[in-house]
């Protein structure tokens, strides 16, 4: 007759629960810390509403990869993928034959797939007329990158690596695909910490940005009306993505991935005889590439390499960085405002870090508390836009330097 | 220097001196500014290319249609509503649309509908 005792008792050793017990001290405490992070940014997720697309999934991802014996993520594997001395280096034979279905997901980002099509998205979501009509903005956009760089030089400070300091500094971006595209190139191990750092501070835009943009304008300045900008003609919009793809990617080679499928995306957009694509690319493409990107970025959130004084560095760097591009934005839209006689509200510099479109709407907002005719929404998305050509410049250098 | 010594491939990128990651941020910072600076210049080449086409196209259809408007006696303009400021221009957007968001931006400035321009409205996608 079959031992239900020993049925029982095998049952319970071969349990998630038992696993945590036996090994508390040994990083079983680490497991549960980590479930409780990722019921925490769920509930951010959903409650909050916290970029809720990709932190629902981020923070799933989380708690998958931390529930033990699931077999789900192996952070080992991809330790041995990254070690130039190891047999399984850069084989991903090895993580097919051995692997979960998180390390399957994970393959997208480490092969840069999901970030470029997530870009691909974007670009066929994005109008750059604004930019079109008013070339200019891309000078704000520029200004808007300081905090990727002042955030670099920080973590050096703070004892990161080159290359991990670039992957920090780039949370200033305030773009995530750029963010996980770098990082997972430069410092694989910290992806997830500053996946869910550019995540948390994209959503905490309108709290971080207003009382930056109060204190480094004047209540005059931030009343300036904008004159409307031209029209821009439907040839220019078909020209554009494709000028700017020549233009950059043999500008700076590194961030042709990038820019080439944002502005693939946004030539489907503007053709009008590709509107096909353009609706998969916005829709279904990028509903389904959120999905695998979010989960396996989260899955990479493993208690051993996340509860460390490295996560709570990147925490605080990614502020400074935010806070420092917003301040770099609204610096260039102080000198601009000046050197056109006041033509230029200061408030639309902010935009300049990409964080399409929220923070185009957080200047808007506060330009209508300073004057409620004031309508800077379209003013603002030309900055902004260009913050996303910037952020993928930016990405392209630090890629360039320290790839 | 960084320059000096990347060229004899001796820098350590991984545990870099803080004068090399001065250098790089910096140096990053200029290489983002020039890029754009160089995409602006060309974006507004390409507007300005595009400004003077149709400020060509445009005097050249007033000359093509005089013959053709004394020919056909120009139809009427229709009337403005009583109270408007000028036409209004719509992009894309749906004239019930339109009037939704007029009235909304009426009320949200607590003015009387009348005494506002609307120009155009324009869907932004």
Request: aromatic residues 8%; glycine residues 10%.
């Amino acid at each position: 007759m079959i031992n239900i005792g020993e049925v029982l008792l095998n049952l319970w050793e071969s349990s998630g629960f038992a696993y945590i017990f036996a090994n508390f001290g040994g990083g079983g405490w680490q497991n549960l810390v980590m479930l409780v992070i990722a019921c925490g940014l769920l509930y951010l997720g959903i409650v909050k509403q916290f970029e809720p697309l990709l932190m629902v999934g981020i923070a799933f991802g989380c708690l998958l990869t931390n529930l033990p014996l699931g077999g789900l993520y192996h952070q080992e594997l991809w330790t041995n993928f990254m070690d130039a001395t190891h047999e399984a280096y850069h084989s991903y034979g090895v993580i097919l034959r051995e692997g979960g279905l998180l390390d399957f997901f994970y393959i997208g980002v480490k092969t840069s797939i999901y970030p470029c099509l997530i870009f691909m998205g974007v670009g066929a979501m994005t109008d750059f007329g604004p930019l079109l009509s008013n070339p200019k903005s891309l000078l704000l956009g520029a200004a808007a990158q300081m905090g990727v760089f002042v955030a670099f030089f920080g973590a050096i400070l703070l004892g990161f690596t080159g290359p991990e300091a670039a992957s920090i500094g780039i949370i200033g971006g305030a773009d995530g695909p750029t963010a996980i595209f770098l990082t997972s190139k430069l410092a694989p191990h910290l992806l997830g910490a500053i996946a869910v750092a550019a995540y948390s501070y994209m959503a905490l835009i309108p709290l971080i940005q207003p009382p930056i943009m109060n204190a480094l304008t004047s209540a005059e300045d931030r009343k300036i009306k904008m004159v409307q900008t031209r029209p821009v003609s439907k040839s220019e919009k078909i020209i554009f993505p494709i000028l700017v793809t020549i233009f950059v990617a043999l500008l700076l080679p590194d961030t042709a991935p990038l820019i080439g499928c944002l502005m693939l995306g946004n030539l489907a957009k503007e053709t009008g005889v590709t509107d096909r694509l353009s609706d998969t690319m916005q829709n279904a493409l990028m509903n389904i590439v959120t999905i695998l990107l979010s989960t396996s970025v989260g899955a990479t959130m493993v208690g051993s390499t996340f509860l460390t004084a490295e996560t709570l560095k990147i925490v605080v760097l990614g502020v400074v960085a935010f806070g420092l591009s917003t301040a770099g934005g609204l610096l260039g839209g102080n000198i601009m405002c000046k050197l056109t006689g006041g033509k230029v509200n200061p408030l639309i510099g902010s935009a300049g870090v990409s964080a399409v479109p929220m923070a185009a709407r957080v200047a808007n907002t506060v330009g209508q508390k300073n004057n409620p005719s004031n309508f800077l929404l379209m003013h603002a998305m030309g900055p902004n836009v260009a913050g996303v050509i910037g952020s993928a410049i930016a990405a392209g250098f630090l890629l360039s330097v320290f790839g | 220097m960084l320059f000096l010594t990347a060229t004899t491939g001796a820098v350590d990128l991984v545990n870099i001196s803080i004068l090399n990651a001065a250098i790089v941020a910096v140096l990053g910072y200029a290489v983002v500014f020039f890029g754009l600076i160089l995409l602006m210049c060309v974006i507004t080449a390409l507007g300005k290319f595009f400004i003077a086409k149709d400020a060509k196209a445009k005097a050249a259809a007033p000359a093509a249609a005089a013959p053709a408007a004394a020919a056909a006696a120009a139809p009427a303009e229709k009337p403005t509503a009583p109270g408007s400021a000028g036409q209004l221009k719509l992009h894309d957007v749906e004239p019930k649309t339109a009037a939704m968001l007029m009235a909304i931006v009426a009320d949200k400035m607590g003015k009387p509908i009348n005494e506002l321009r609307f120009i155009s409205i324009k869907e932004v996608k």
